[in-house]
């Protein structure tokens, strides 16, 4: 079907450099946020 069709590599927009405390508390929200879907979900 035409439109499951993925074309790489997918091209990304380049926003800079990352702050790392920005991305270590994002990943810090990911890993609560999965936590608490975990638990909801009973595994």
């Known amino acids: 079907v035409e439109y499951d069709r993925i ?3 997918l091209s990304l927009r380049y926003c800079g450099r990352s702050d790392t405390l920005v ?4 990943i810090r929200q990911l890993t609560a946020e999965n936590e608490l ?4 979900a009973g595994f």
Do not use: A, F, M, V
């Open 7 to 9: 074309y790489y590599p």
């Open 23 to 26: 991305l270590i508390e994002q």
């Open 37 to 40: 879907l975990k638990s909801r």
